[in-house]
């Protein structure tokens, strides 16, 4: 997961992007099989402890989710955001506001 | 391997515990974790956060996916919601979506009216959240999108038609 969050005049822009396949489970491949359905469900961010944001996504979400939201913050800030897909992995990651 | 159904945020924690060692991402997390394990809880206060809705991601007809997840089949028709896309999608598989608004909202959400799946997101906004969203997204054929934002439990809504050159999965 990669996320870079800036601070320009007090408000924070936030860019995240998850590598992950999210199939819908509609999709076929080469061979006519059906791909399984693996995609990201929820995420949740928190900012400096508190919670920010709570996602619940599904399928129709681009392959590699990139991800963008702002909120009102300041440069050090700490985000801290954890996803988790239809096959129970989780992916988590931080970073400070630059 | 864990295929046990989940319900509710506390069997969601636990099952997050015991399968905490089972994949090399997770390895990884688990150092994170048990440092910031005071951090974790706090993410997910208990009566805060729900466990994903399935209910919600039904493959149903636009009506009924505004039915199941706002509890209305008529989200109020507002111009204050702001929905950028492209008139036409040039890769249906990833089309960029905007949702802003002014409205004091504490919900945020994205359907595409004729996706198998209509509802894309939903994002609960907490302290200094703006409602300001984006992401990019999949479209099975040329539809509308709606965005729709919660305010004081009450529902608005903004649409714009995409149109859908090939179709994607």
Known sequence: MRILAKEDNGIVSVKVIISHPNESGSRKDESGNLVPAHFIKEGFVSLNGQPLLELQLGASVSKDPFLQFKFAGKKGDRLSLRFTDSMDNEFSAEAAVI | ?169
């Open chain 2, 1 to 169: 391997m864990n295929r046990t159904a989940l319900s509710g945020s506390a069997g969601v924690q636990m099952h997050v515990v015991t399968t905490i060692l089972l994949n090399n991402m997770k390895r990884r997390a688990f150092i994170e974790k048990s440092l910031l394990s005071a951090a974790l809880l706090f993410i997910r206060p208990a009566g805060l956060v729900a466990a994903w809705n399935g209910k919600s991601f039904q493959q149903v007809s636009i009506e009924q996916a505004f039915l199941n997840v706002l509890g209305t089949k008529t989200p109020e028709k507002t111009n204050r919601i702001t929905l950028t896309a492209p008139a036409v999608a040039s890769d249906s598989s990833a089309v960029p979506v905007e949702i802003n608004t002014d409205i004091k909202a504490d919900m945020l959400y994205l359907f595409v009216e004729k996706n198998l799946t209509p509802l894309v997101f939903s994002c609960s906004l907490h302290g200094g959240s703006i409602p300001w969203f984006a992401l990019n997204i999949k479209m099975k054929e040329s539809s509308l999108l709606y965005g729709v934002v919660r305010e004081g439990g009450k529902y608005y809504a903004a649409s714009v038609h995409v149109d859908v050159l090939a179709q994607a999965c």
